[in-house]
């Protein structure tokens, strides 16, 4: 079986890839032959499951490496991309994919109501640092001629939801800043480019007040009646990483069944 990235040595950065969506992409992209980077933030008690999903993308046959640190520390950031810089050699950055999923789902009202800090901490993890990482690794020069910029946003940039106050001006923000550095990255040879997920069971979706309405509601007025499946979503990932993709810059791509259409 002839695999797409097969002896290219193209590479894949994806933040936040221990579950869930980039955890998916990582398996998919490892599967058609591209090495594989995953820098994720978990705690000891949850190591040894992540331990056996990694192994998975060891079977693939691919150099892969994994970073349980701080993506969102900024000098953290740097010391990961010197050693990023050792691993990968002469080799190229072929997507850096944003998967954090990190914010405040608290209200609005109440007690414990949200922050102009838990505001913060969300628009830092779930959009600022999709760009940070992005201009770090092209002023490094890891990035491919032909690199894929990739991030997940999801309705609820556009839509009010109970509690996802935060989240959602953080998706806004990220689908903002992806659109200029479309823009202003495409000199240098970058696509950005943001997947709208559908809503998916993974953790963070469990993490959400009211998640399993959500879920219902979401297989009730998608055309295919059932969810999107983290697998889906790496599919598009994937295809978005292929050369005929190229000429996809700066859009919003639904990648949920038509669960937006109604």
């Known amino acids: ?20 969506l980039g955890l998916a992409s990582a ?11 995953i820098v994720y933030r978990n705690g000891r008690a949850e190591m040894e499951a992540i331990e056996k999903e990694f192994e998975a993308i060891r079977q693939a046959n691919v150099q892969f490496e994994a970073f349980n640190a701080d993506a969102l520390n900024p000098e953290k950031r740097e010391e ?10 002469n080799n190229k950055i072929r997507c850096l994919l944003h998967s954090v999923a990190k914010g405040s789902l608290k209200a609005m009202t109440g007690e414990n109501a949200l922050s102009t800090e838990d505001l913060n901490i969300t628009m830092n ?19 491919a001629d032909d690199a894929r910029l990739l991030a997940f946003t999801s309705e ?28 202003e990255f495409a000199p240098d040879g970058l696509r950005s480019n943001c997947i709208m997920a559908g809503i998916t069971d993974t953790q963070s979706l469990r993490m959400i007040p009211g998640s399993e309405a959500l879920a219902n509601h979401a297989k009730e007025r998608n055309p295919f009646q059932r969810m999107t499946t ?23 791509i639904p990648v949920n069944g038509g669960e937006h259409l109604q």
Request: hydrophobic share 55%; aromatic share 10%; charged share 15%.
């Open 80 to 89: 990961l991309i010197s050693t990023i810089k050792l691993t990968i050699g």
């Open 27 to 37: 398996k998919k992209l490892a599967q058609e032959g591209m090495n594989i980077i």
């Open 156 to 183: 609820g940039s556009s839509k009010a939801w109970p509690s996802y106050g935060a989240v959602s001006a953080a998706k806004a923000a990220l689908e903002a800043l992806m659109r200029s550095m479309a823009l």
């Open 1 to 20: 079986m002839v695999k797409t990235f097969e002896n290219t040595g193209y590479w894949a950065i994806i933040l936040g890839g221990s579950s869930g």
């Open 125 to 143: 993890a779930m959009a600022f640092s999709f760009y940070d990482w992005a201009k770090a690794l092209l002023n490094a020069e890891l990035f």
């Open 230 to 252: 983290p697998d889906d979503v790496a599919d598009a990932v994937y295809m978005l990483c292929l050369d005929e993709a190229a000429w996809i810059n700066g859009a919003v």
